[in-house]
């Protein structure tokens, strides 16, 4: 008890809004060591509770079709970080960066959403963020 | 004669002047903390702690608040979106059948229609990292949280718990009383959910015992929770969770959509 309380919580928020969930534990499902990257294009996008959702259809170097989803934080946080339902077009190319599936399905959750032409959606979470670098 | 009667003058005459001196700079020292006391207070001349309140980056657990906690208290540290691995509790002992139950559990569970919106209690819901409102009255106080649209109302008014057979719920009853600045909230009447959210899930029996304090400058709201359970749990857990005034925000509704179940065993 005498160690907390000389302690200050340094909360892990990576970058203002949490990656934490809204309902499933984010580190039981995915590993936040693993930081990857996808680009594809969107077939739906769900902007709804407990987690929005991208879906892509990835083309492969090796000519294959992958269909990914992606998991994003809940909209109320998007919300915050800039994002709108009209946010995400269904058709439109985009580079996801985020947060691989521990169990290695075409899955992950969203940090980063970038448009064909090189806008960022929103503002995204910062995978360097260091929270004993905060004050 | 007359020097020592001078000097005697002049040393009472130092005296006093650094009495009054001292008086004075206490007067003043006095003031100076009033006026940094800016605590908004209602009518009834309580601490206001009504409006929106965001989790605070930065957790620094108040003294005066976790020196209040029993005996037999873990303080968990997984406030915000520190969430713990499957098999990890933060120091909470847990009893053998719950043990077995969280050492049972399998996270894809929870991933399906059925599931997905079913919202936590407050134990955890409380946690972080969703914003509330506070709405505060004289005999009730309400709590308005985003997470899953829970809203919990703090009756002030001294009644009792209802009988142990009143209807559960995900937020409880809830009475609440002031000690001086202190808001101590008492908590029965809870459904069974998860404390950890990695398969450790608390009975419909929990206690659960909260303070809020509102730092002088009235920005921020600190508080413990601290909970218990005999039929789950050896000793007892609590969380410090600190959050920051921001006016002009609301929180937006949830809404939970079931559907977001079913994804997951779609991807491949």
Not at chain 2, 154 to 183: C, N, Q, T, Y
Request: with cysteine; glycine share 8%; charged share 25%.
């Amino acid at each position: 008890m005498k160690t907390l309380l000389r302690r200050v919580f340094l909360v892990t928020f990576l970058g203002g809004a949490t990656v934490a969930l809204a309902h499933h534990s984010f580190a039981v499902f995915f590993d936040p060591e693993r930081i990857i990257s996808v680009t594809g294009k969107v077939t739906e996008f769900q902007f709804r509770n407990p987690h929005g959702e991208i879906g892509l259809e990835v083309q492969t170097k090796d000519g294959r079709t992958e269909t990914w989803l992606v998991e994003t934080n809940a909209p109320s946080f998007l919300r915050r970080r800039g994002w709108t339902r009209d946010s995400v077009k269904i058709g439109e190319t985009l580079t996801i960066e985020g947060w691989a599936a521990r169990d290695g399905k075409h899955y992950m959750r969203l940090r980063k959403a970038t448009r064909a032409d090189g806008t960022v959606i929103g503002v995204p979470l910062d995978a360097n963020f260091d929270p004993e670098k905060e004050d | 004669m007359r020097s020592t009667l001078g000097v005697l003058a002049l040393a009472c005459a130092l005296a006093l002047t650094a009495t009054v001196t001292q008086a004075a700079e206490k007067d003043s020292a006095n003031a100076s903390r009033a006026s940094h006391d800016s605590t908004v207070r209602t009518r009834a001349g309580r601490p206001d702690l009504s409006g929106f309140w965001d989790l605070s980056r930065t957790q620094r657990p108040d003294a005066g608040l976790v020196a209040k906690l029993p005996a037999n208290t873990v303080l968990l540290e997984d406030t915000g979106a520190t969430e713990f691995p499957p098999g990890e509790f933060g120091g909470l002992k847990v009893k053998p059948d719950a043990l077995a139950a969280a050492h049972r559990w399998k996270p894809e569970d929870d991933m399906t229609v059925s599931r997905a919106c079913q919202p936590p209690s407050i134990v955890y819901a409380t946690q972080g990292p969703f914003p509330f409102e506070i709405h505060q009255g004289t005999d009730l106080i309400v709590f308005k949280y985003e997470y899953f649209d829970l809203v919990r109302i703090i009756f002030m008014d001294g009644r009792p718990h209802p009988p142990a057979d009143a209807p559960h719920s995900k937020v409880g009853h809830s009475v609440g009383r002031w000690e001086g600045d202190e808001l101590v909230v008492d908590t029965t009447h809870l459904s069974a959910a998860t404390i950890t959210n990695n398969g450790l899930s608390h009975s419909d029996r929990v206690h659960v015992v909260e303070r809020f304090k509102l730092s002088p400058d009235g920005g921020t709201l600190m508080s413990t929770m601290w909970f218990e359970d005999p039929e789950v749990l050896e000793n007892r857990g609590a969380r410090y969770i600190e959050w920051t005034r921001k006016p002009g925000e609301y929180v937006y509704p949830y809404e939970c959509d079931p559907s977001f179940g079913s994804k997951y065993t779609q991807a491949k």
